[in-house]
């Protein structure tokens, strides 16, 4: 598992649902109206990690922006992750790109190397760890990671966001948000 990192940064948009019991370390920004659940896991070990509005990270998720020295020897990276993904129970992820409309279904796991456009999904059990850029809407499935692109982007999960937003915090302690989160984009 990843060392502990010393010290935590964490600023939470407006309308965020985060856990206390989520386990967050480093320099992390959580995007507005993001869910995180209890037990998850976001660790930004090599650099600061940016999730962006709507996503939804469910329990025994883990989002490790891991350290791993360049052959320059520098370690800084930045994670970076869109908005209206889906992190499934269990699912285990290290790509520093992200970008928009993903799901990464349960016990899933995305290597550091592996970069996902938008509207892709990775199915249950399902491992990609080699170093490409996933083309956009793209499908891999079942135990042999069978690829596919899909005509349409997998639907949003606003509703059972919103669902969520209303009944985490009558059974769970909450981090507060920030007060001023920073514009991600200019």
């Given amino acids: 598992m990843a060392e502990k990192v010393a010290k935590s940064n964490v600023k939470i948009g407006q309308g ?16 507005a109206k993001t869910v995180v659940h209890p037990k998850a896991t976001i660790i930004a ?5 940016i999730i962006g509005d709507y996503n939804l ?17 520098s370690t800084m990276c930045v994670m970076i992750i869109g908005n209206h993904n889906v992190f499934e129970v269990g699912s285990y992820v290290e790509a520093l790109k992200i970008g928009d409309g993903n799901v990464l ?23 990609v760890n080699i170093q490409e850029t996933l083309p956009e809407n793209t499908v891999i499935y ?7 692109v899909q005509s349409d982007r997998p639907p949003t999960q606003a509703l059972q ?15 507060r948000p920030t007060k001023t989160l920073p514009k991600l984009n200019p």
Avoid: W
């Fill in 142 to 148: 079942g135990s042999n990671c069978n690829r596919r």
């Fill in 57 to 73: 990270i469910e329990e025994q998720s883990h989002i490790i922006n891991k350290k791993v020295t360049d052959a320059d020897g």
């Fill in 16 to 31: 965020a649902v985060v856990c206390a019991e989520s386990d967050l370390q480093g320099d992390i920004t959580i995007g």
């Fill in 45 to 49: 070990e090599a650099g600061p990690i």
């Fill in 105 to 127: 279904e349960a016990k899933c796991k995305l290597g550091r190397l592996t970069e996902l456009t938008n509207g892709c999904i990775i199915g249950p059990m399902c491992e």
């Fill in 161 to 175: 966001l919103e669902f969520l937003a209303k009944i985490l915090p009558n059974y769970h302690h909450l981090r």
